[in-house]
């Protein structure tokens, strides 16, 4: 009989013990999975502020502003539009000044 006590006696012991543990081990994974949704949180945030800023920079105003300052560009104006012929060569230079009253067609690539 006394070993049968002991015998479980022992087997209370290791089945506290490994409630112990599991009960430890729960909580450390309890711990992760919070920290990895405060991240994911952060993480969601910082990608909505840069979809905001993606949107802001990407403004038709935005990038005609950077394209004057910084890229030197301009409007094209018909001063400075070249024609090409149907046969891809340009127009030969007309004896006056003044330009074509009607442009030639462009030619397609």
Partial sequence: MT???????LGVIASALYL??????????????ERERNQSQRLEQDADKLRVLLRTQATHLRVEQVAREQLQMA?????????????GT????????APAATP???ARP
Avoid at 3 to 9: D, G, P, Q
Wanted: charged letters at 15%; hydrophobic letters at 45%; proline letters at 7%.
């Fill in 20 to 33: 112990v543990q599991v009960s430890y081990e729960t909580r450390r994974q309890f711990i992760s999975l």
């Fill in 90 to 97: 340009l127009p030969a230079p007309a004896a006056s000044a």
């Fill in 75 to 87: 409007v094209a104006t018909p001063a400075v539009t070249q024609y090409l012929t149907a046969d």
């Fill in 3 to 9: 070993r049968l006590n002991i015998l479980l006696l």
């Fill in 104 to 106: 030639t067609r462009k």
